[in-house]
């Protein structure tokens, strides 16, 4: 099996290509990102004792077609994660929101029919739907409250035309949160919540903390990812259709940052700034379609798994945490 990851230096990316090496035995993957939030050494540091021969790194932009075309030659599946991703960059600059996200989505479906890829997994999130009564699912009518949710929701409509227009096997999974080890880079809540933590002995919630979402761990949803990656190619239900990955519980941030406040072994402060624009207040997911036809069940419970994330970020020195965060933008 010949894969193809999109942005594969990212969070997900990076943990993707260590489960799959392990869990599909002689697949080769192709990595291409632009390393504007993704580093390759993270990838590296993640892929130690696995056959270098056995993973590829491009340096390159999904907005640029020919690009997509050359390295989606000879490529069984593509798994697409590269993305402009979260709601108050794409507020900030919506039209680079849609470039990325739009047309570099345009792009690699284009190339992969074109070079004769069977299938296309394009990860979505929660966003497309806005706010909703909870739990959303794929049934809920979408009302994407930033660009960020209307560019997913765009890519998600491009993804079913062109398994109706040019039999193109694609499936969108909305993600809800997702969390875990190799996240030093991310600015999402879980992550962010304990590099502040370390950097600066305090916790900020935007809003009251009653805001809700539904938090998976990586490993769970790169579960879901393998699973679309063998179902049966002639099996035509699947195809075309979007899947809600997520645990099925709400979680409410304050609960979330007393739970890692107690995970330090010193004094750390919650504290309150004003609620963002944009942002959802009540989130999580029905995932009862991604288990019945998928065969999907999430595995690791929230403190397992923010416990692992801790672990894993405490066993990083101070100065790369603290590099990492400047670099970020999060500081």
Same mark, same amino acid.
């Given at each position: 099996?010949?894969?193809?990851?999109?942005?594969?230096? !990212?969070?997900? *990316?990076?943990?993707?290509?260590?489960?799959?090496?392990?869990?599909?035995?002689?697949?080769?993957?192709?990595?291409?990102?632009?390393?504007?939030? !993704?580093?390759?050494?993270?990838?590296?540091?993640?892929?130690?004792?696995?056959?270098?021969?056995?993973? #590829?790194?491009?340096?390159? $932009?999904?907005?640029?077609?020919?690009?997509?075309? $050359?390295?989606?030659?000879?490529?069984?599946?593509?798994?697409?994660?590269?993305?402009?991703?979260?709601?108050?960059?794409?507020?900030?600059?919506?039209?680079?929101?849609?470039?990325?996200?739009?047309?570099?989505? +345009?792009?690699? +479906?284009?190339?992969?029919?074109?070079?004769?890829?069977?299938?296309?997994?394009?990860?979505?999130?929660?966003?497309?739907?806005? #706010?909703?009564?909870?739990?959303? @699912?794929?049934?809920?009518?979408?009302?994407?409250?930033?660009?960020?949710?209307?560019?997913?929701?765009?890519?998600?409509?491009?993804?079913?035309?062109?398994?109706?227009?040019?039999?193109?096997?694609?499936?969108? =999974?909305?993600?809800?949160?997702?969390?875990?080890?190799?996240? +030093?880079?991310?600015?999402?809540?879980?992550?962010?919540?304990?590099?502040?933590?370390? +950097?600066?002995?305090?916790?900020?919630?935007? *809003?009251?903390?009653?805001?809700?979402?539904? =938090?998976?761990?990586?490993?769970?949803?790169?579960?879901?990812?393998?699973?679309?990656?063998?179902?049966?190619?002639?099996?035509?239900?699947?195809?075309?259709?979007? =899947?809600?990955?997520?645990?099925?519980?709400?979680?409410?941030?304050?609960?979330?940052?007393?739970?890692?406040?107690?995970?330090?072994?010193?004094?750390?402060?919650?504290?309150?700034?004003? #609620?963002?624009?944009?942002?959802?207040?009540?989130?999580?997911? $029905?995932?009862?379609?991604?288990? @019945?036809?998928?065969?999907?069940?999430?595995?690791?419970?929230?403190? #397992?798994?923010?416990?692992?994330?801790?672990?894993?970020?405490?066993?990083?020195?101070?100065?790369?945490?603290?590099?990492?965060?400047?670099?970020? *933008?999060?500081?």
């Amino acid at each position: 099996m010949k894969i193809l990851i999109t942005g594969g230096c !990212g969070f997900v *990316g990076v943990n993707l290509t260590r489960y799959l090496l392990k869990k599909v035995q002689g697949c080769k993957i192709t990595i291409v990102d632009n390393f504007s939030i !993704g580093r390759r050494e993270y990838l590296e540091e993640a892929l130690k004792g696995f056959a270098e021969d056995r993973v #590829e790194i491009i340096k390159g $932009d999904i907005r640029n077609r020919a690009l997509c075309e $050359d390295i989606s030659k000879g490529i069984d599946s593509i798994v697409h994660l590269a993305a402009q991703a979260g709601v108050i960059p794409s507020i900030e600059d919506p039209f680079y929101d849609c470039e990325v996200n739009v047309i570099g989505t +345009l792009n690699l +479906l284009h190339a992969a029919v074109k070079n004769g890829v069977e299938r296309f997994i394009f990860a979505s999130s929660n966003a497309p739907l806005g #706010e909703q009564s909870p739990p959303v @699912s794929e049934g809920k009518t979408p009302k994407p409250l930033s660009p960020y949710g209307a560019s997913k929701l765009a890519c998600e409509a491009y993804c079913s035309a062109f398994y109706g227009s040019y039999g193109l096997k694609t499936i969108a =999974f909305r993600f809800s949160n997702a969390y875990g080890p190799y996240s +030093l880079h991310k600015n999402s809540v879980i992550a962010k919540f304990i590099k502040d933590g370390i +950097l600066k002995g305090r916790l900020t919630i935007y *809003g009251d903390g009653t805001q809700t979402r539904d =938090f998976i761990y990586v490993d769970d949803l790169c579960h879901a990812i393998y699973l679309s990656l063998t179902l049966p190619a002639s099996s035509s239900e699947y195809w075309g259709e979007v =899947f809600h990955l997520g645990t099925g519980k709400e979680t409410r941030i304050i609960d979330l940052a007393v739970m890692v406040k107690g995970l330090f072994d010193k004094k750390i402060e919650i504290v309150f700034e004003p #609620e963002r624009k944009g942002e959802i207040k009540r989130n999580y997911s $029905d995932i009862s379609k991604a288990e @019945s036809m998928l065969g999907f069940k999430p595995r690791i419970k929230l403190e #397992e798994g923010v416990k692992k994330v801790y672990e894993w970020f405490t066993s990083l020195k101070y100065e790369r945490i603290k590099n990492a965060t400047v670099l970020s *933008g999060s500081e």
